[in-house]
Structures are given as structure tokens and as C-alpha cells.
T-cell receptor, first 113, second 113 residues
């Protein structure tokens, strides 16, 4: 099983450019998440999708949009990249319900110059 | 929204020693507390989790101790090994019954041989 697959693994953007980070899971999970990881800040939730067709904001949603394309795929879009969005982005998925394990992808390292 | 405060930010332990990482949370109604382990270049992975109906949970060399009255929980790694060198995150539900997690700031653990 591939688990949670993120593309691309690395990306450099210029300020103002747009891009979409792709995420797909093959575990038949209902819930999917996007986190960003910054030094000393831990993992902060950007958006999540509890089930296909629903999305909700997390702690740091500004500057991002998401699309739950189907049960497998959950994409994160930066419409106009800013240097403050330089980070490592992780997609995760889990079964629905409280107290279930979240499975993470390997991350996308994004640099905005 | 729940906040989780983790300490220390970094920790160096000699091989064979005990590594201790602490987390404090705010709301005593929350009832699921996982620890995630992250190796360089990888996504976090669930290490061990506890529900507060027990004060301690042990899996191999890893133990979670839970103090509900103090609103704290700790990860103890006994007989620490160089392979345990990683970043560790504690987490808690964002609010009661929430599926999405709020993470601590992370602890970078280094085990010296």
C-alpha cells in the first residue's frame, strides 16, 4: 500500500505565483487534513475535510484554498504565494471518528522567494 | 480551541538513559492524547496514545503517563537508543469530540551513543 502520497516533494515559487499541492490516499479513509510544519511551531492545521464533499478551516487557513476532489484526493492551493508560506506541508488522512490514527504523507517542502 | 504546550524543545540523552518529554493541555474534558514520532524527511507517525481512564500506558520501551488533575501527560522512553533520535509531537483533540488534532511544538530528541 502506498498510504498517503503527496506531490511534489519539493517546490520553489516566486512571490505571487500560484500552485496546487496534490494529496491522495488509498486507505479508504473518510477524513483528510492539510498541516504545515514550521520550526518551533509544531504542526498547524490549515484545512480539513471530515468526509467527501465537506471542508472546514483549521488554525491557519488564510492564503489557502482546498478541494476535496473525491474520497481519495484532497488538494491545497496557494493562489498568490508569499514568503510567509515557506514551510513543509503535510497531508494526512484517517478513518472517521474520534481517537483514530492519522496517517501522514512524506511532505512537500515549499520555498517562496 | 485547545492548545497544547510541549517541553523541552530539544533534548539530548545518553544511550541507555531515560528520555522524558512533557505536554500540558487546557481542557480536562478532552480524552484522547496521542504521541507522534517523526524522522528527518518523513511524515509523523503514531507512536502511542492514551485515554485518561488510565494513568499509564506502556508499549515496549515507550510509556505515557497521564495526570488529569495537573492537565499534563508525559512520554518516557526507557533505555533510549540512537534509533530513537527523532522529533516527537504530543497532540490532543481540537475540542471535545473533535476528530482533528492540535499538536504541540515538538521536541527534537538526540540520543548520543
Amino acid at each position: 500500500n502506498a498510504g498517503v502520497t503527496q506531490t511534489p516533494k519539493f517546490q520553489v515559487l516566486k512571490t505571487g505565483q500560484s500552485m496546487t499541492l496534490q494529496c491522495a490516499q488509498d486507505m479508504n479513509h473518510n477524513s483528510m487534513y492539510w498541516y504545515r510544519q514550521d520550526p518551533g511551531m509544531g504542526l498547524r492545521l490549515i484545512y480539513y475535510s471530515a468526509s467527501e464533499g465537506t471542508t472546514d478551516k483549521g488554525e491557519v487557513p488564510n492564503g489557502y484554498n482546498v478541494s476535496r476532489l473525491n474520497k481519495r484526493e484532497f488538494s491545497l492551493r496557494l493562489e498568490s504565494a508569499a514568503p510567509s508560506q515557506t514551510s513543509v506541508y503535510f497531508c494526512a488522512s484517517s478513518f472517521s471518528g474520534w481517537g483514530t490514527e492519522a496517517f501522514f504523507g512524506q511532505g512537500t517542502r515549499l520555498t517562496v522567494v | 480551541q485547545q492548545q497544547v504546550k510541549q517541553s523541552p524543545q530539544s533534548l539530548i540523552v545518553q544511550k541507555g538513559g531515560i528520555s522524558i518529554i512533557n505536554c500540558a493541555y487546557e481542557n480536562t474534558a478532552f480524552d484522547y492524547f496521542p504521541w507522534y514520532q517523526q524522522f528527518p524527511g518523513k511524515g509523523p507517525a503514531l507512536l502511542i496514545a492514551i485515554r485518561p481512564d488510565v494513568s499509564e500506558k506502556k508499549e515496549g520501551r515507550f510509556t505515557i503517563s497521564f495526570n488529569k488533575s495537573a492537565k499534563q501527560f508525559s512520554l518516557h522512553i526507557m533505555d533510549s537508543q540512537p534509533g530513537d533520535s527523532a522529533t516527537y509531537f504530543c497532540a490532543a483533540p481540537a475540542f471535545q469530540g473533535a476528530q482533528k488534532l492540535v499538536f504541540g511544538q515538538g521536541t527534537r530528541l538526540t540520543i548520543n551513543p
